[in-house]
């Protein structure tokens, strides 16, 4: 008997869906959302993640932005696979949150592989350097 779709989801399929959004590979091959709702907010994804990425680094004033998109889509993630983990769902809609899963899930990796300056960082090494500079040039006048 083919499946429709309207089929209640059955432990066997959640579990398989389940596993689908867990594996690490889940993603590979996969493309980005072109939106995605978090809460009341419909967020850009695709658009909003090719232009950090066209950045080639987080540019600072991008920084917040980017750690705050990130941060919701990683809630909005959990939140999506704890409902197809225990939500009453049919196949079709399974199928669809798993899908919609791995998707998000797409779309943090590509925003995890963006290199973000660590400014205070910098700031620090340029700060050690000059202090050798100058604790070697004090050496030489003695």
């Known amino acids: 008997m083919p499946d429709d779709g309207a089929t209640q989801l059955g432990e066997k399929r959640r579990e398989e869906l389940l596993d689908r959004v867990s594996r690490r590979t ?13 809460g009341e907010e419909t967020i850009e994804l695709k658009s909003f993640v090719w232009e950090t990425k066209r950045q080639g ?29 225990e939500a009453d769902l049919t196949v079709a ?20 592989s963006l290199k973000e300056p660590d400014l205070d960082e910098h700031k620090h090494e340029q700060t ?13 006048l003695r």
């Open 128 to 140: 050690v350097k000059s202090n050798k500079r100058w604790v070697s040039f004090l050496d030489q």
């Open 57 to 85: 680094v987080v540019p600072p004033e991008y920084r917040e932005r980017v750690q705050s998109v990130r941060s919701r889509l990683k809630r909005e993630r959990d939140r999506r696979k704890e409902r197809l983990a």
């Open 26 to 38: 889940a993603t590979i091959g996969q493309s980005i959302p072109e939106t995605v709702e978090v």
């Open 93 to 112: 809609e399974g199928e669809r949150l798993a899908q919609s899963i791995v998707g998000i899930d797409r779309a943090i990796t590509a925003l995890k």
